[in-house]
């Protein structure tokens, strides 16, 4: 499914924090379409998805669609209770989100053994999503830095063995116009937390206003635009084992489904 005959499906009711689209959202929305393909390729019927830094509700939304059991912790009450409108209305059984902080993710979720890890953390304070004392976008890179470690770690040891994780990030700067390295220090993180870096695939966003932007940016400072994130995948264990566990890759038509 594309973004616009997802738009035009009636499955996407818009998003608090932007206009309501999902082309022209710009880094906000998490993509329907690598939502729905790292479903088809790293889980299959039946698994559970935990996601520790939940967002919008598109990934626990396509994980109902396609017969998944989603779990999303997210830090702000109103998105949550937006998520769970969207989630009731949508779907048969709404995926389960949960307001709290995800330090604290051990205590929050009772459940282990989950078979996915998908998530899309803040990009350091590219956008800060509130004041929060425990948002980690409003934190500075380096209260940022030490939280993101701790709240991959403690997802990855809910994942079961063999198991496959995705965490999308695109690179940030900082205020001396230096990157952050987000995807580095991502793979660092998850590496430490003990599942290891297997795949990487770039998501190209739309350009936009970039190549006006870009222009006159880059005569001043030489500074290149960016039109990608990084999709980052793990596994915790062996990938002969979980791709083994998985079968064949099934891609289920979601229109059929409605
Ligand atoms: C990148 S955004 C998600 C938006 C995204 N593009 C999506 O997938 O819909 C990351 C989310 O992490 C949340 N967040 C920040 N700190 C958190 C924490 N300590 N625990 C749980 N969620 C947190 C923010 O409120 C925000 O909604």
């Known amino acids: 499914m594309t973004n616009a005959e997802f738009e035009a499906s009636g499955l996407y009711d818009g998003y608090s924090g932007n206009a309501g ?22 889980t299959k019927e039946g698994d559970t998805i935990i996601d520790p ?32 409108i969207q989630g009731s209305e949508l779907c048969d059984a709404c995926p389960k989100w949960v307001q709290g902080d995800s330090a604290h993710i051990d205590e929050l979720l009772p459940e282990d053994g989950f078979d996915f890890m998908f998530t899309c953390p803040p990009y350091a304070d590219l956008e800060v999503y509130s004041d929060d004392p425990a948002d980690i976008s409003n934190m500075g890179i380096d209260g940022f830095l030490e939280m ?40 660092e993180f998850m590496e430490r937390a003990g599942a290891r870096y297997y795949n990487e695939a770039i998501l190209v966003t739309p350009a936009g206003s970039l190549p006006i932007r870009a222009g006159r940016q880059f005569a001043a400072s030489r500074k290149l635009g960016k039109i990608h994130q990084n999709v980052l995948t793990f596994c915790k264990g062996s990938p002969r084992e979980a791709a083994g566990r998985l079968g064949e890759v099934v891609i289920p038509d979601l229109e059929e489904q409605e």
């Open 148 to 187: 993101y470690e701790i709240i991959l770690r403690k997802t990855v040891e809910k994942l079961a063995d063999d198991r496959f994780a995705v965490v999308v990030i695109g690179d940030a700067r900082g205020k001396d116009g230096f990157y952050y390295n987000l995807p580095g220090k991502t793979v």
């Open 21 to 42: 689209t999902l082309s022209d959202s710009g880094t906000s929305v998490f993509d329907p379409v690598l939502c729905e393909l790292s479903y088809a390729w790293y």
């Open 53 to 84: 830094f939940a967002g919008g509700s598109v990934r626990g939304i396509v994980a109902e669609k396609m017969g998944r059991f989603y779990t999303g912790v997210e830090l702000r009450a109103e998105q949550v209770e937006a998520n769970i």
